[in-house]
């Protein structure tokens, strides 16, 4: 089982994109999804998790602008992130615990210009 990030890219300060990630493979079971990221020269930080059942959790720099989903029939989980800020520019991972398993994407990488 992978997961597979998409959806990164260049955007202007104040502009939106929606990440995605899907598990392919042998998918029996998934539990809690989110997303962390990693801005040069900083440690990986948690921006939002989301349970199977659809509850959030965000990181207090993201909340109101970024909102997580997911999809349980696609195995796949969503990050919109809206009101973008140059301080968000950074590797974006996604994460999931798949058949009992805690598995990482590959990253995508989101770059904010001011």
């Known amino acids: 089982v992978q997961l597979q990030a998409s959806g990164g890219g260049p955007v202007q300060a104040g502009g939106s994109l929606r990440l995605s990630c899907a598990a392919s493979?042998?998918?029996?079971?998934?539990?809690?999804m989110g997303w962390y990221r990693q801005a040069q020269g900083h440690q990986r930080e948690f921006v939002a998790t989301?349970?199977?059942?659809?509850?959030?959790n965000y990181a207090d720099s993201v909340k109101g602008r970024f909102t997580i989903s997911r999809d349980n029939a696609k195995n796949t989980v969503y990050l919109q992130m809206n009101s973008l800020k140059p301080d968000d520019t950074a590797v974006y991972y996604c994460n999931g615990l798949i058949n009992r398993n805690l598995l990482w994407g590959q990253g995508t990488q989101v770059t904010v210009s001011s």
């Open positions: 989301i349970t199977s059942g659809g509850r959030p």
């Open positions: 493979g042998s998918v029996f079971s998934t539990n809690d």
